[in-house]
C-alpha cells in the first residue's frame, strides 16, 4: 500500500514522495516520484535516480532542479532513498557504513542480509511498483551521483535491454579498489574479493552483454577523484573491451550537488533521446 506525504506542484506537475513496505528490504521505503505535465493525457517514461551517501530522497529533488527538465522533456522522475531505515535495520556510526550507504548491493553477511536489498528494491520491486500505480510506460533509463554512479552503472549493465540510457555523476567506478567500496562490500559481502566483482563496474564492463553507452560527468576539483573515483580504471577497461564511454572533465567542479545541478539539464535531455525513441 502507498502512501504519499508529500504533493507539491512544480513546473506544471507534481512532486510527490511516497512511503510503502518494501519485500525487498523487509521494511519502510520511501521514494520520491516527479509526474511532468504530460502525465495528465499520457504514459509517460522514467528515468530513475540513485543519489549517494548520507543522501534521502529529498536531495536531489531540492537541490538538483531536474523537474524543469523533465517537464521540458516529458519524462517522470523517480528518486528511492539510499538504504532501509528503522530502529530494526542494521546501522553503524561511519556516514559511510549502514543507514544511508546502501551500496545498492544484496548483503549477504548478518546482520545486514535481513534489510540491506537494494539492489532487488531497485532493479526489481521499485520499477514495477512505479508502472502499477503511476501513469508511466515501461521504458526506463538511469542515473545517479557518487556512490548512486556507481549503482546506476552496475544496474545498468547487469540488466540487458532493461534500461534505454544510462549516466552518472562522480561515480564510485572501482569499489573493489577504493577505501569506499572496499569498506563496504567486506561488511555487506565478506571477505571473498571475488563476489565483489558483481557489484564493479570495472568488473562488468569486461563481459557485458549489451553495450550499452556509458556517459560519465566528472569534475576535475572533485575533493575525492583520485581517492575513491578514479573514472579512468572504467574508461581503460571500456576502451579494451570496446565498450562505448563517454567521459566528461569538467573544469573547476566539485563532488556536490552545484556540480549535479550545473550538468543536470544535459543528462535529463539524453536520457530523453533515448527514452522517446
Known amino acids: 500500500m502507498l502512501e504519499r506525504i508529500e504533493h507539491r506542484a512544480c513546473f506544471g506537475g507534481w512532486q510527490d514522495v511516497y512511503r510503502h513496505r518494501s519485500r525487498a528490504v523487509d521494511g519502510q521505503m520511501r521514494f520520491a516520484i516527479y509526474l511532468p505535465p504530460q502525465a495528465e493525457g499520457q504514459s509517460v517514461p522514467v528515468l530513475y535516480w540513485l543519489s549517494g551517501l ?8 531540492t537541490k538538483a532542479g531536474a523537474q524543469h527538465y523533465a517537464a521540458e522533456h516529458g519524462i517522470a522522475l523517480v528518486v528511492c532513498d539510499t538504504s532501509p531505515r528503522g530502529e530494526q535495520v542494521a546501522d553503524d556510526a561511519a556516514y559511510d557504513l549502514g543507514q544511508g550507504a546502501g551500496f545498492y548491493l544484496n548483503a549477504t553477511v548478518a546482520p545486514w542480509s535481513q534489510h540491506y536489498r537494494m539492489y532487488d528494491y531497485v532493479a526489481h520491486e521499485l ?35 532493461r534500461y534505454c540510457s544510462v549516466s552518472a555523476f562522480s561515480p564510485i567506478v572501482a569499489p573493489s579498489r577504493v577505501p569506499w567500496g572496499e569498506k563496504a562490500f567486506s561488511t555487506y559481502l565478506g571477505s571473498d574479493r571475488e563476489t565483489w566483482r558483481a557489484y564493479d563496474a570495472t568488473e562488468l564492463v569486461k563481459t557485458a552483454n549489451e553495450k550499452i553507452p556509458l556517459l560519465i560527468e566528472q569534475g576535475d576539483a572533485d575533493e575525492f577523484l583520485q581517492t575513491q573515483l578514479k573514472p579512468e580504471l572504467l574508461k581503460e577497461v571500456a576502451d579494451a573491451a570496446g565498450h562505448p564511454l563517454e567521459l566528461r572533465m569538467r573544469a573547476g567542479y566539485d563532488h556536490s550537488y552545484y556540480f549535479v545541478a550545473s550538468f543536470i539539464g544535459e543528462h535529463v535531455g539524453y536520457h530523453a533521446k533515448a527514452l522517446h525513441t
Open 54 to 61: 548520507t543522501c534521502t530522497e529529498q536531495n536531489f529533488i
Open 127 to 161: 520499477p514495477a511498483l512505479i508502472e502499477q500505480h503511476f501513469p508511466v510506460t515501461n521504458k526506463r533509463s538511469i542515473s545517479g551521483h557518487s556512490m548512486g554512479g556507481h549503482g546506476a552503472l552496475t544496474i545498468a549493465l547487469k540488466n540487458p535491454g
